[in-house]
């Protein structure tokens, strides 16, 4: 829950995610937004179109959001079933999750290095380069289970 209401731009959400050491989840989204500059910077709701197969049909089994403050970029990717209340319930079952597919239409530069951060130790699991076109910036995301960070930086 605290990844999303950082990444949807909660007001206040980031003041809380300073590096002392604080529960894991905490931890790792500090880790995660720890070169945003929430004060000097002029932060934006990332604008994100869903390119997984099953969105066309309005079934997308993924919920996307970011903020970018020009230079960076941070995503997070959700299994749409991974609920407080389906964990509570007993109705959620991890698995993988393949194909997912995102673009993003306003982004500053065209050359960025992609990271891949698991949300729960809050460490970038690899990455590479990626080039923008005048479409956008289209992101084919590893497989993963529950939900996945990634973070862009601009190169050019």
Not at 141 to 153: A, C, E, N, S, Y
């Amino acid at each position: 829950a605290i990844w999303k209401l950082a990444l949807m731009g909660a007001a206040g959400a980031p003041m809380k995610f300073t590096r002392v050491v604080m529960d894991k989840e905490y931890a790792a989204l500090s880790n995660f937004l720890g070169d945003l500059d929430a004060v000097r910077g002029s932060i934006r709701q990332m604008d994100i179109v869903d390119l997984t197969p099953a969105a066309a049909e309005g079934a997308s089994p993924v919920e996307m959001m970011g903020l970018s403050d020009g230079h960076r970029t941070y995503l997070w990717v959700h299994d749409r079933q991974h609920t407080y209340m389906n964990i509570q319930d007993g109705k959620y079952r991890p698995k993988e999750l393949v194909n997912v597919k995102l673009m993003l239409n306003r982004v500053d530069g065209t050359h960025f290095q992609i990271e891949f951060w698991d949300t729960r130790k809050g460490v970038n699991e690899g990455g590479h380069m990626v080039k923008a076109d005048n479409n956008g910036l289209i992101l084919s995301v590893p497989p993963f289970t529950r939900d996945m960070g990634i973070k862009l930086l601009r190169l050019k």
